[in-house]
């Protein structure tokens, strides 16, 4: 009975805070402050596009008494994708060169240069600055036989996001949302200026696993935290543009700064210093009272809302939540933690598709995100058309979690990016502008639904399972960002092969995603029965499978 108690009290609780207004003071202030702890996430995502770019470069040459032929002549010629340019990785050997000047023979002329030897760049390399005054590349030489340091660069940063992401959302939901909203901010912000002092590139990318730790955890944190504070249309607004949005800005943002910061240290300083001016948020940004109402602590939830109350103008009830004491079971842990996820068959149906569908979002995202870095021969031209394009993507998903119901809209964007992916292979390959225009297509529809998916999976779980759930469909979610590189170059052995691939990822999860539940004009759940009664649509493979289920949920005192 007084578990029954608790749960109507929860489920009421929109209704029990309506006397503060949806869009006050005090939810401005956290709208705003929040979207704003987000800009960082948008710098630390896409960086390594600089830090890690290889400018051209050839074998050093010292300052030795060569002819001037023989100077313009040492590097050899090769032909990459039809154009002849200096090779990058060798030289001729400079004892021969130098014997050969010094004799006076005329390089093409007297010496036919494919009978040289060549030797390997034991000099070192000279890097080209038009572009970067220096890179990550250029500072520790991974080129040529260490060149394939480049790309696990990038790997070892998305591993560290997947690792946080999964034991973030585990730890946001055992000790509040804002501990580990500051907790990760903090990490993203001090690994990030420490890697300025890397004297090794082994260094350099321990640091980097760390910075990955928080880079995407305090974006779920913050979602979570807003959309926990914030209700009605305000929450909704949030968690499809406001996060995303504020993610944009700082993408955005980082083309312009690296425009004008061309060397990887002072840019990386110049991306974390900032965030020191985040430090103030933490007297100013309340504790999640969902979460502290499902740990128990009603009077610390009392005080949020009083607090909002007293910004907001308005006055609060003498009691606003009704007192009563939570005594955790042993059940009620494992409902709590990952495992709960998974421990009932319609919950647990449910985490499975949501997974798949946050794969293949982040999969497509990040695949034609780092294709459309190449649009333009200016890579900062090129970030910024790239951070562009998503802000109508992230418009379009307010408008379509505002007036669509959810699963629709899901499926929508899945055929929507995988449909013209698979009109590219009847597109002749002289029309350019046709391919770019029906690849920025597939990358819209994929950021609009990977948008949808933040807040879709809010509401889907309770407050006990919210940041987990979170947390956990993020983790599985990251593994498609690891696999995007590898995955473009299987254009290698045909050009189309990586558009087929995510066109038929995208069109089966289209699908799959009709089994999840409806949360469309629904109010967060806040208890597992709750979840359990949302309305979804009936698979036959599972049916005989839940009838065989007892009808008791795990949660409850039976």
Not at 299 to 319: D, S, Y
Not at 525 to 553: D, F, G, N, W, Y
Request: aromatic share 12%; glycine share 6%.
């Amino acid at each position: 009975m007084a578990q029954e108690k608790n749960q109507l009290r929860m489920k009421d609780y929109e209704e029990i805070v309506a006397f503060l207004d949806q869009w006050g003071c005090f939810q401005k202030a956290v709208f705003f402050l929040l979207c704003a702890s987000i800009i960082p996430n948008g710098f630390g995502a896409f960086n390594l596009v600089f830090l890690t770019d290889v400018p051209d470069h050839h074998c050093f040459v010292p300052d030795l008494n060569f002819s001037e032929e023989w100077r313009k002549s040492i590097i050899p010629k090769t032909v990459l994708n039809g154009k002849q340019e200096l090779s990058r990785c060798s030289r001729y050997r400079l004892d021969v060169v130098q014997n050969l000047s010094d004799r006076g023979f005329i390089p093409g002329r007297d010496i036919n240069l494919t009978d040289l030897e060549e030797e390997r760049c034991v000099d070192g390399w000279s890097y080209s600055t038009d572009v970067y005054l220096s890179t990550v590349v250029t500072e520790f030489d991974l080129v040529c036989s260490d060149q394939w340091a480049q790309p696990f660069t990038t790997s070892v940063f998305f591993i560290g996001v997947l690792v946080g992401s999964f034991f973030s959302g585990q730890l946001s939901d055992r000790y509040g949302r804002k501990p580990i909203l500051f907790a990760t901010m903090a990490a993203q912000t001090i690994f990030t200026f420490a890697q300025v002092f890397s004297t090794s590139w082994t260094m350099f990318v321990i640091l980097l696993f760390f910075n990955g730790l928080g880079q995407i955890s305090n974006f779920v944190a913050a979602l979570v935290l807003g959309a926990e504070v914030l209700t009605g249309n305000v929450r909704i607004l949030y968690s499809s543009m406001g996060t995303c949005l504020g993610f944009a800005v700082g993408y955005i943002l980082l083309s312009v700064v690296a425009y004008f910061l061309r060397d990887w240290k002072s840019l990386l300083m110049a991306l974390s210093l900032p965030c020191l001016a985040y430090i103030p948020l933490w007297w100013l940004l309340p504790e999640s009272p969902r979460w502290l109402l499902s740990r128990g602590r009603v009077k610390e939830a009392e005080a949020v809302i009083r607090k909002a109350a007293r910004w907001n103008k308005v006055q609060a009830p003498t009691v606003i939540f009704e007192t009563y004491s939570v005594k955790e079971t042993k059940s009620d842990k494992e409902q709590s933690s990952m495992l709960g996820l998974f421990r009932n068959s319609r919950i647990r149906i449910t985490t499975l598709v949501l997974c798949l569908v946050h794969f293949t979002m982040t999969t497509g995202y990040y695949s034609l995100s780092f294709n459309t870095a190449q649009l333009h021969a200016d890579p900062y031209m090129s970030c910024f058309i790239a951070a562009a394009v998503e802000i109508p993507a992230y418009v379009s998903s307010w408008i379509a979690l505002r007036f669509l119901p959810r699963r629709l809209s899901v499926s929508g964007t899945l055929i929507l990016g995988s449909l013209p992916l698979f009109i590219l292979l009847l597109v002749p390959e002289d029309l350019f502008g046709v391919s770019l225009a029906l690849e920025m297509v597939g990358k819209y529809a994929f950021t609009t639904g990977a948008s949808l998916m933040f807040a879709y999976t809010t509401e889907l779980y309770p407050t006990s399972l919210r940041n987990t759930a979170t947390g956990t469909t993020t983790t599985v979610s990251r593994a498609g960002s690891c696999i995007s590189p590898f995955l473009l170059s299987l254009g290698g052995y045909f050009s189309y092969l990586p558009y087929v691939t995510i066109g038929s990822l995208g069109a089966v999860t289209a699908f799959v995603a009709l089994l999840l539940p409806e949360t469309f004009k629904q109010p967060l759940p806040e208890t597992l029965q709750q979840m359990h009664e949302r309305q979804t649509t009936k698979c036959p493979c599972i049916q005989k499978a839940e009838a065989s289920e007892p009808a008791v949920l795990p949660d409850s005192p039976l």
